[in-house]
């Protein structure tokens, strides 16, 4: 039997990375740039004192800045991992620093805006090449990274028309070797396919968290008791950071409101078939819900393994 082949390359791919944005999805970025030696050089750059400070205590880094040009200075790899509603702010901030040859690439949930806001200020030289990780948890901050958040996660890369495919690849084996899967696809696409499983999902989360919470104070003592396995889920997804859902939700309305009006028909579907005692409808309609979840089971997407959580897997 042949040895497993290792994703990590024998020389690091970058010299000097800027994760631009170091909570969640910045902090494992660097935790597995260290950990399969990626880059030569990880700057951190976060806007509060005290984050900057737990960078540089845990290892992410070799140097911390709030300064998103500082940052960038030099480097042949620029991460911005920051809600997409900043994305305009820094992208100006950085044009001036961003060195022939350098990639700009990010890690947002939403991809039209990310080339709306961004793009413009890419100069010539430079490689856009936007992408979108499929990993997280509820939990945020420096302190809530770890190297295996990208293992078996899909990686989905925008790349604009025109991209240069070195640069691409190049991106593309980051996030390979860092455990992840990655395919390409179109900006808009991405963000009709991202309304359904990821944004409507969270709405959905933050809806039914927001009705529990505003029921009559007799209940809601009752309802964090025995929460089911179910609610409990639910809580779990709405206590995601709301700046950066916010954002998601404002830049990609088009496509959450096509995905929240069919919802809503078929809530309405099922309100009816439920009020007329129609057994059948339900049953069916729960069968196919459980194809679903198989078909999630089968691709080996039911779960991100989150060390700090018992019985992660």
Same mark, same amino acid.
Not at 235 to 255: G, K
């Given at each position: 039997?042949?040895?497993?082949?290792?994703?990590?390359?024998?020389?690091?791919?970058?010299?000097?990375?800027?994760?631009?944005?170091?909570?969640?999805?910045?902090?494992?970025?660097?935790?597995?740039?260290?950990?399969?030696?990626?880059?030569?050089?990880?700057?951190?750059?976060?806007?509060?004192?005290?984050?900057?400070?737990?960078?540089?205590?845990?290892?992410?880094?070799?140097? *911390?800045?709030?300064?998103?040009?500082?940052?960038?200075?030099?480097?042949?790899?620029?991460?911005?991992?920051?809600?997409?509603? +900043?994305?305009?702010?820094?992208?100006?901030?950085?044009?001036?620093? $961003? %060195?022939?040859?350098?990639?700009?690439?990010?890690?947002?949930?939403?991809?039209?805006?990310?080339?709306?806001?961004?793009?413009?200020?890419?100069?010539?030289?430079?490689?856009?090449?936007?992408?979108?990780?499929?990993?997280?948890?509820?939990?945020?901050?420096?302190?809530?990274?770890?190297?295996?958040?990208?293992?078996?996660?899909?990686?989905?890369?925008?790349?604009?028309?025109? +991209?240069?495919?070195?640069?691409?690849?190049?991106?593309?084996?980051?996030?390979?070797?860092?455990?992840?899967?990655?395919?390409?696809?179109?900006?808009?696409?991405?963000?009709?396919?991202?309304?359904?499983?990821?944004?409507?999902?969270?709405?959905?989360?933050?809806?039914?968290? *927001?009705?529990?919470?505003?029921?009559?104070?007799?209940?809601?003592?009752?309802?964090?008791?025995?929460?089911?396995?179910?609610?409990?889920?639910?809580?779990?997804?709405?206590?995601?950071?709301?700046?950066?859902?916010?954002?998601?939700?404002?830049?990609?309305?088009?496509?959450? $409101?096509?995905?929240?009006?069919?919802? %809503?028909?078929?809530?309405?579907?099922?309100?009816?078939?439920?009020?007329?005692?129609?057994?059948?409808?339900?049953?069916?309609?729960?069968?196919?819900?459980?194809?679903?979840?198989?078909?999630?089971?089968?691709?080996?997407?039911?779960?991100?393994?989150?060390?700090?959580?018992?019985?992660?897997?």
């Amino acid at each position: 039997m042949s040895a497993p082949v290792s994703k990590t390359p024998k020389a690091p791919l970058f010299q000097k990375v800027a994760i631009i944005g170091v909570g969640l999805i910045g902090s494992s970025l660097a935790h597995a740039i260290r950990r399969h030696g990626l880059a030569k050089k990880i700057v951190g750059c976060t806007r509060s004192a005290e984050s900057r400070d737990k960078v540089l205590a845990l290892g992410l880094a070799e140097e *911390a800045t709030q300064d998103p040009a500082a940052a960038a200075e030099g480097a042949d790899l620029v991460i911005i991992c920051t809600p997409v509603g +900043t994305y305009e702010d820094i992208g100006r901030a950085i044009a001036p620093k $961003l %060195s022939a040859g350098v990639i700009v690439t990010d890690a947002g949930s939403v991809k039209q805006a990310v080339v709306r806001d961004l793009g413009p200020f890419i100069p010539d030289g430079a490689h856009f090449v936007p992408g979108h990780p499929i990993a997280g948890t509820e939990h945020s901050g420096p302190e809530s990274g770890f190297a295996e958040l990208f293992e078996d996660r899909w990686c989905i890369l925008t790349p604009p028309p025109g +991209t240069d495919a070195g640069a691409v690849a190049k991106v593309a084996a980051l996030w390979e070797a860092c455990g992840a899967m990655v395919t390409t696809m179109d900006v808009r696409h991405h963000d009709r396919v991202l309304a359904i499983t990821s944004h409507l999902p969270h709405l959905i989360a933050y809806t039914i968290v *927001a009705t529990a919470s505003d029921v009559e104070e007799s209940l809601q003592g009752e309802v964090a008791k025995y929460s089911a396995g179910g609610f409990r889920d639910f809580t779990r997804i709405a206590a995601s950071d709301p700046i950066m859902w916010r954002d998601i939700f404002l830049n990609n309305r088009e496509a959450v $409101l096509e995905m929240l009006q069919r919802f %809503s028909e078929d809530l309405t579907a099922l309100q009816r078939a439920i009020r007329w005692g129609e057994g059948e409808v339900l049953e069916d309609m729960f069968r196919r819900t459980r194809e679903a979840r198989r078909r999630v089971l089968e691709e080996h997407q039911a779960g991100t393994f989150d060390p700090r959580e018992p019985g992660s897997s």
